[in-house]
Structure formats: structure tokens, C-alpha cells
């Protein structure tokens, strides 16, 4: 079955570590992005990448990296400078910009 | 500064009755309007989209009414199920320019009441 994969479900993250959340994706899609979700406030975009080894910061990149060198694979990287990264995250995928998202199923972060 | 707005945090209906969402969006270079559905702990299923030369999208009991002129759009679940209870987000983006990318409102949870 063609999807996006998350991992890990649930992650830890203590005061001043780098933690790195995965999406992977087997649609053959150009197009990849991150969201952030916290209570109330809707899906907010962190970075997205509309081909292989280019992308485009979001409305909240600020403590986060990414990176795209491959079309399957788009990490993020949560860094320390991120002072209050606990969210859900969202990775998601389109064949191409200006079309329909396919999500996958979120990464919890908290803080130790 | 909240381009797509949902003012309903939370709406209640009983099964078999018709659930209106609303949507309202300011920037008007918006052109492209998709509706999501999500559930706890999980990720966003896209629903139902319209593009600005339509007023009007129907797919199966989801219908979704564009008001270019009032920036607003809506979307009817009828007849509504118990299964339909989650949050819906409504999302917005231009199919112009070089750098795309859908803005979404904060969501309203709809709980359909067997």
C-alpha cells in the first residue's frame, strides 16, 4: 500500500537536544512538508520542499532543519533552539504543488 | 495575522440531521479551498475541495458552497453519522506564483450525537 510513514509515534525530547522526527514516503510524490499542530491553533506550516534537494521555510521554521536528498525522504530535525517544541507533527506529501495533501499518521513530541 | 478563519470551535448535531461548517477567508488571491478531516492522534484525510470557478462541489453526503463575493465557504454533511464526529479543517491556496502553500484554520470540532 502507498502511504507516508512517521516515526517514531511518540518522542522524548530533553533541554538542549536535537531530536529528528522521519517521513517517508512511497507515493512518488514531488512535493513534501511539514505542520505543526498545537491545541487550538490549527495545522501551521514549518518547511516544505517542492523537489529533491531544494526547500522552503514555512511560516514557523525558526529551531528547525530539514533536509531532502532524496525524493522518498524528508527529516526534521527539532533543535535546541527550539524553546517550546511540544506538537504534534505532521508530515505530509502532494505529486505536486498547488495539489491535495496526503498526511501520515503524526509524531507526539514532548519535553523531558 | 489569520488568513482562514473557522469561528466555531465546536459544533454539536443529532445523526441523520445536516452539519453546516463554516469557513471565512480574507486574502483574496485565494483561489483553491479543501476541506480535511481529522481524528485524534492521527493525521488529516483530505474530504472535498473547490476551486474559485465553482460555486458549488458535491461528493456523496459532503457538499462544498464557495461565496467568492463574502470570502466564505461552508460544508454540509448530510445526513450526518456518528462516524463523521472529528475536527474538520478548512485549507486555502493560490494555484499561481512560484512558492505554494495551503493555509489552514484552527478547526471545528463536530460531534454528531447518535
Known amino acids: 500500500d502507498g502511504g507516508i510513514t512517521q516515526s517514531p509515534k511518540y518522542l522524548f525530547r530533553k533541554e538542549g537536544q536535537n531530536v529528528t522526527l522521519s517521513c517517508e514516503q512511497n507515493?512518488?510524490?514531488?512535493?513534501m512538508y511539514w505542520y505543526r499542530q498545537d491545541p487550538g491553533q490549527g495545522l501551521r506550516l514549518i518547511y516544505y520542499?517542492?523537489?529533491?534537494?531544494?526547500?522552503q521555510k514555512g511560516d514557523i521554521a525558526e529551531g528547525y532543519s530539514v533536509s531532502r536528498e532524496k525524493k522518498e525522504s524528508f527529516p526534521l530535525t527539532v533543535t535546541s533552539a527550539q524553546k517550546n517544541p511540544t506538537a504534534f507533527y505532521l508530515c505530509a506529501s502532494s505529486r505536486g504543488v498547488r495539489e491535495k495533501l496526503f498526511f501520515g499518521s503524526g509524531t507526539q513530541l514532548s519535553v523531558l | 495575522d489569520q488568513q482562514v478563519k473557522q469561528n466555531s470551535p465546536s459544533l454539536s448535531v443529532q445523526e441523520g440531521r445536516i452539519s453546516i461548517l463554516n469557513c471565512d477567508y480574507t486574502n483574496s488571491m485565494f483561489d483553491y479551498f479543501l476541506w480535511y478531516k481529522k481524528y485524534p492522534a492521527e493525521g488529516p484525510t483530505f474530504l472535498i475541495s473547490i476551486s474559485s470557478i465553482k460555486d458549488k462541489n458535491e461528493d456523496g453526503r459532503f457538499t462544498v458552497f464557495l461565496n467568492k463575493s463574502a470570502k466564505h465557504l461552508s460544508l454540509h454533511i448530510v445526513p450526518s453519522q456518528p462516524g463523521d464526529s472529528a475536527v474538520y479543517f478548512c485549507?486555502?491556496?493560490?494555484?499561481?506564483?512560484?512558492?505554494?502553500?495551503?493555509?489552514f484554520g484552527k478547526g471545528t470540532l463536530l460531534t454528531v450525537n447518535p
Open positions: 520542499s517542492q523537489i529533491v534537494n531544494d526547500f
Open positions: 507515493l512518488n510524490h514531488d512535493a
Open positions: 485549507a486555502a491556496g493560490t494555484s499561481g506564483g512560484s512558492n505554494y502553500k495551503l493555509t
